[in-house]
């Protein structure tokens, strides 16, 4: 089965708003990453945690390994953050497990 | 300036052609990876190495092999391409612990 479920699957967001995705583990990750793929493909970093919370302008993230699950906070949602949002966790061997990505629509 | 580069970035192939897929590194990483996306799929390993010579399957490796010759270097080869290998390929770096890891802007085949 699979180690990473993203939600929600797609969400549509206006101009100023914010939300929250979200990523549960169903085994105890070592580490998480998040990023966007924007519409031309490239997938960009935006956090890697092992632990605790980290902030980057209008995102944050939020990583709780004990509780199997991590959090990507949107605020003041622009046209540009428009893209396909994907968390990558590892164990600490060999590959990262991915999610199944989360379509973000924000709108004029 | 910390890079995965992929070549090429788009490839058009005949069905039964070979295809090779190069990636560089200018990390220094030991650990790299090469994905393929798929619409509704999202990233599926297909290969990961360890560092020179040390290469492992992934999730899907039938179809693929793999060559690290050299730690910044890593290279996908199709023999033999098929239709159902048309995808967008992503290579990625880490470091050894497999930390951080970071994404080549992918490769887009199509094979007809």
């Known amino acids: 089965g699979d180690q990473v479920e993203q939600s929600p699957s797609a969400l549509s967001l206006h101009e100023g708003t914010g939300s929250a995705l979200r990523c549960n583990f169903t085994t105890t990750m070592r580490a998480v990453q998040w990023f966007q793929q924007n519409s031309r493909g490239s997938l960009i970093n935006l956090f890697y945690?092992?632990?605790g919370t980290k902030e980057n302008g209008r995102l944050k993230s939020t990583f709780n390994s004990k509780e199997s699950y991590s959090t990507l906070h949107i605020r003041d949602a622009q046209l540009e953050d428009s893209g396909t949002y994907f968390c990558?966790?590892?164990?600490?061997?060999?590959?990262?497990?991915f999610g199944k990505g989360t379509s973000l629509t924000v709108i004029p | 300036d910390m890079k995965v580069t992929q070549m090429p970035r788009y490839l058009i192939k005949r069905m039964g052609e070979n295809v090779l897929l190069e990636c560089g590194q200018d990390?220094?990483?030991?650990?790299m990876y090469w994905y393929r996306q798929d619409p509704g799929l999202g990233l599926q390993l297909i290969y990961i190495?360890?560092?020179?010579?040390?290469?492992s399957e992934g999730d899907i490796p039938k179809g693929y092999r793999v060559s690290r010759k050299k730690r910044e270097h890593f290279s996908l080869i199709l023999d033999s391409a098929k239709t159902n290998q048309t995808s967008v390929y992503f290579c990625a770096s880490s470091l050894w612990d497999n930390t951080e890891v970071f994404f080549g802007k992918g490769t887009r085949l199509t094979v007809v």
């Open positions: 990558a966790a590892n164990t600490g061997y060999q590959n990262f497990y």
């Open positions: 190495s360890y560092d020179v010579d040390s290469n």
């Open positions: 990390m220094s990483h030991e650990t």
């Open positions: 945690l092992a632990s």
